[in-house]
């Protein structure tokens, strides 16, 4: 049986699709910002994800939507440590969304089972803390810096640059000391990316399962939805994505995607748990 192995505990990954509920308790994410911006809200929402069937909820302090700036380390630490806290105390097993390893220590220190860092690992201490501590972690690709990752990103082959940072990035963290079962690659859908690039990765996904780590991908609500569902020029508003966001995890999980991160925890879970049936069909189809 094939699992993620985490800082305590391991989720298989024969057993359907991970969903990995979104908590940003940030004042400016693009979807819920403001929200759960208090230690009481962000717990309730939490709780109100896990209860929901979210098998890991992702903590986040900053937001990385395009245009956002980084917010001081003290400010993300006050905003993540105490709902990470609250949030593992109930058992919940709960991920970091984090670039910085002073707040992925202190969130594994409250609790964490996963650090979440959308800039690949870059840091070599937020390697050495991940190696010291055990936990699972998530390696995603982002060109540039969200302040400016949007102003015109461009790629001669999208699916195989990104493949190549994601082997060179796994590498790294395995040289530094994180064990193979700990690590999930993510293509970072949004980070430095037209809706081309976005599309042009679901498409071909199979390109990163083939690196041979579990995959996840997060599409929520992104704007590449709201501009394919856009009416008379008017982009379809974050809010009301959920169905395309749906839509869009049901294609990745039939490409071999093993988690999703996910705002709308009950709309995705339905939709994936289809495109699971299908992909135990397709099991069963080939070892007949
Ligand atoms: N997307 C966002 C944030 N963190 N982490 C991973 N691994 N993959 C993603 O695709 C990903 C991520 C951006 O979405 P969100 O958290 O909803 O917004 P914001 O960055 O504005 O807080």
Redesign the pocket.
């Given at each position: 049986m094939r699992a993620w192995a985490l800082r305590t505990r391991r989720l298989p990954l024969d057993a359907g699709t991970l969903t990995m509920g979104?908590l940003?308790v940030?004042p400016?994410?693009?979807?819920?910002?403001g929200r759960y911006a208090s230690p009481e809200a962000a717990v309730a929402r939490g709780r109100q994800l896990a209860a929901a069937g979210a098998d890991l909820v992702?903590v986040?302090g900053e937001?990385?939507?395009p245009g956002?700036h980084p917010v001081p380390v003290d400010e993300e630490l006050r905003r993540v440590v105490p709902v990470v806290a609250a949030l593992a105390a109930d058992g919940i097993c709960v991920s970091v969304?984090t670039r910085r390893p002073e707040v992925a220590a202190a969130a594994i220190e409250a609790g964490a089972e996963v650090v979440?860092d959308?800039s690949g690992l870059a840091d070599p201490a937020m390697r050495r803390v991940c190696a010291e501590t055990g936990v699972g972690v998530?390696v995603?690709h982002m060109r540039g810096e969200p302040a400016t990752m949007q102003d015109d990103p461009s790629y001669d082959d999208v699916v195989a640059e990104v493949a190549a940072f994601l082997a060179e990035r796994t590498a790294r963290a395995e040289g530094d000391g994180i064990e193979r079962d700990r690590i999930v690659v993510?293509p970072?859908?949004?980070?430095g990316k037209t809706g081309e690039h976005n599309l042009a990765l679901l498409a071909d996904l199979g390109a990163i399962v083939a690196l041979g780590h579990p995959v996840?991908?997060?599409?929520?609500?992104?704007r590449f939805l709201g501009a394919i569902l856009a009416e008379g020029g008017f982009e379809r508003p974050p809010a009301d994505r959920d169905v395309a966001s749906a839509a869009a995890a049901v294609a990745a999980v039939l490409a071999g995607a093993s988690i999703v991160?996910v705002?709308d925890v009950v709309v995705s879970r339905e939709a994936t748990l289809v495109a699971d049936a299908i992909v135990h069909a397709r099991r069963v189809k080939g070892r007949r």
């Open positions: 979104i940003n940030t400016d994410s693009f979807s819920d910002g992702d986040g937001s990385t939507r956002a969304d979440n959308v998530v995603m993510d970072g859908i949004g980070f996840l991908v997060g599409v929520s609500r992104k991160r705002h």
